[in-house]
């Protein structure tokens, strides 16, 4: 039995499997593989720039000053500029943002503890 759901409902929960959804956004923000790494490199920190960089090994500049505007624009990155000489900016998760990074860190650690068997799987459709 289908539960009937009003527009405005629906718009305000979201509807993930529509193409119009625009929790998709959010999702492809999170989940790329940059945006998992941001969550989860920030989870308990704040990082400078650089620093940051540094810490998620092979992300360009470019692909890492992308993510951290999307997931910041998403509400779970907050981005701090300090007046000083030379510019100092800190990023740190926002409340929201710890939330998140609590749930892509699951699927991360679902993933790293899985990767044995995940990696039969490509032994096998290889040959």
């Given at each position: ?27 492809k ?66 409340p ?27 032994r096998?459709?290889?040959?």
């Amino acid at each position: 039995m289908e539960i009937a759901v009003t527009l405005s409902e629906k718009f305000r929960r979201g509807d993930l499997m529509s193409a119009a959804c625009p929790s998709r956004e959010v999702l492809k923000h999170m989940t790329s593989r940059w945006g998992v790494l941001v969550l989860i490199a920030l989870e308990g920190d704040s990082y400078r720039f650089s620093q940051l960089r540094r810490a998620i090994g092979g992300v360009s500049e470019r692909m890492l000053a992308q993510t951290l505007q999307w997931l910041e624009a998403d509400g779970l990155v907050l981005r701090t500029a300090y007046d000083v000489v030379p510019p100092h900016v800190e990023y740190r998760l926002t409340p929201l943002g710890v939330e998140a990074a609590e749930r892509v860190r699951l699927l991360a650690d679902w993933i790293e503890t899985n990767l044995p068997r995940i990696a039969e799987n490509w032994r096998g459709s290889v040959e």
